[in-house]
């Protein structure tokens, strides 16, 4: 098989499970959490590690901003051999008792986006997989970290609908406020619809790096890199419970 | 006007008031089937019956389990559910019948539902089409626990609710199949009528939601057999007072 035409990725240059972070250069911090890691590809906004840790062989793959390019780095990474996806992300928070910096595991998604109205019909649920969320909470657990798990909304328009948005924003959020949504982000619908449909494994681990609640709270650099190492380290524990479990 | 205090009268159409109830209450359509729950249980009482809501509340080894019956479709559960959850049901376990989709299904196997395609409307007046329709995770580890520790096999996965049973069923009118085909092509394992917005209701409100089900063979199929058999209806709600016991013990009810 010649290698993916974005992802530039071939069968046997990823473990079985990736993390898939939006953004470009967290692939290689999250790399930097492995016990070893080797460089494997970059093109585009898809940058790979390949490496172990606690004996599992596993990968990250960035995917960049949305569910356009996470759809095709899904499909590409499926297609040469990866079967458990997890992302680990950055999002705005819509409720009161969550806080900076606190870690959100998202039980299923608002489908808010368009791609995934592209593939499926919008009555479809986009869920996480079961004992992929199941593994996140316990190895969130594992760390003595009490995780909100809920339910986010992704969209496409991040100016219409975050902190920095064009316009009362607020008024948008409201209807997803009043029904538990914990927040707001931009790949989740797209990531768990289509690994459901093609009989894969996916999951979500968030950290709030703005409130829409309280816009003038910044989350500190410290803050926030502190957070998404927690987030790597419970994904990768995960990980390890998954691999246990098999093909369950 | 308006609905100050509803907590704290009688609710109008299931006829209950807060305390008649148990915090997890097992809710089948068909208001025939209480009385299979009413047979497994060590005791229960005749708490209250109007319209197609008839509710029994009793113990199983000891932990308060409550049954009421939603009536087919959306409509009646969306009524049931929203009034249930205004006299303090926290878990809500809606134990069903379906038409299976998928040709691994059969007679006896159980159905978990992770999520359901909302195919109706009834939700969609209360959110837009876009919210999930997702069982509680807690509820599908109860159910599949229950499942384990009876020996039964289970499914876990998508479920389609939708309104028009004779549009997709095998009396349907017109090529079932043509209109079934991306749902089988999808993976979703099984049609009903009341999930969906149960799930939806709930995850709106903050209250745990699930689903099981009793599997026939596949409606895609010819089978001389039976739709339904009793003894597999039995052997479901049985899994449903059991997940309910789970719960209690996990701190959840």
Request: charged share 25%.
């Amino acid at each position: 098989m010649k290698k993916q035409h974005h992802i530039d990725l071939a069968p046997g240059d990823v473990g079985e499970t990736v993390f898939i972070p939006g953004d470009v250069h967290r692939a290689k911090f999250i790399a930097d959490h492995f016990d070893d890691a080797e460089f494997v590809a970059h093109k585009r906004q898809y940058v790979t590690y390949t490496g172990t840790y606690k004996g599992v062989r596993m990968s990250v793959t960035s995917t960049g901003i949305g569910c356009p390019a996470l759809a095709i780095a899904v499909e590409e990474l499926i297609n040469v051999g990866a079967k458990n996806f997890i992302r680990i992300g950055t999002c705005g928070a819509l409720q009161k008792y969550v806080k900076l910096g606190d870690i959100i595991i998202a039980t299923a998604g608002v489908r808010g986006d368009g791609t995934s109205r592209e593939y499926f019909p919008l009555e479809y649920p986009a869920v996480a997989d079961f004992h992929l969320l199941e593994a996140l909470v316990q190895a969130a657990g594992e760390r003595n970290v009490k995780p909100h798990v809920g339910i986010v909304r992704g969209h496409d328009a991040f100016y219409t609908e975050s902190i920095l948005a064009n316009g009362d924003y607020l008024a948008r959020d409201k209807e997803w406020i009043e029904s538990n949504v914990l927040s707001v982000e931009n790949e989740t619908p797209t990531l768990f619809t289509l690994t459901t449909v093609r009989k894969c494994r996916g999951g979500t681990i968030l950290t709030p790096v703005g409130h829409h609640l309280f816009p003038d709270e910044m989350i500190s650099e410290e803050a926030m890199k502190k957070a998404i190492a927690l987030e790597t380290m419970i994904a990768l524990d995960a990980a390890v419970i998954l691999d246990s479990i098999g093909n369950k | 006007m308006g609905s100050q205090d509803v907590h704290s009268k009688r609710q109008h159409h299931i006829d209950m008031v807060k305390g008649d109830v148990a915090p997890t209450v097992l809710t089948p359509g068909d208001p025939g089937r209480v009385e299979v729950f009413v047979s497994l249980m060590d005791d229960a009482k005749k708490v209250a019956e109007k319209r197609e809501y008839i509710t029994y509340t009793g113990t199983k080894d000891g932990v308060p389990v409550s049954c009421t019956s939603t009536g087919l479709g959306t409509p009646p559960t969306a009524i049931g559910v929203e009034e249930l959850i205004r006299i303090g049901a926290k878990n809500i376990i809606r134990i069903g019948t379906c038409g299976a989709i998928q040709d691994f299904l059969k007679p006896g196997h159980m159905i978990i539902a992770t999520g359901a395609v909302r195919g109706e409307h009834t939700s969609e007046e209360f959110i837009s089409m876009e919210y999930p329709a997702v069982a509680d995770y807690r509820v599908v580890r109860a159910l599949v626990d229950a499942c384990e520790k009876l020996g039964l096999p289970y499914h876990l996965g998508i479920i389609r609710t939708h309104d028009a049973f004779y549009l997709e069923s095998p009396w349907a009118l017109g090529d079932f199949r043509i209109r079934l085909k991306p749902w089988v092509d999808m993976g979703v394992l099984a049609l009903e009528n009341e999930s969906s917005t149960l799930f939806t209701l709930c995850s709106m409100q903050g209250i745990r939601a699930g689903t099981i089900l009793a599997s026939g063979y596949s409606i895609l199929e010819e089978h001389d057999e039976k739709i339904h058999h009793e003894e597999n209806i039995r052997k479901m709600v049985t899994a449903g007072i059991e997940a309910a016991k789970l719960l209690h013990e996990r701190g959840l009810a």
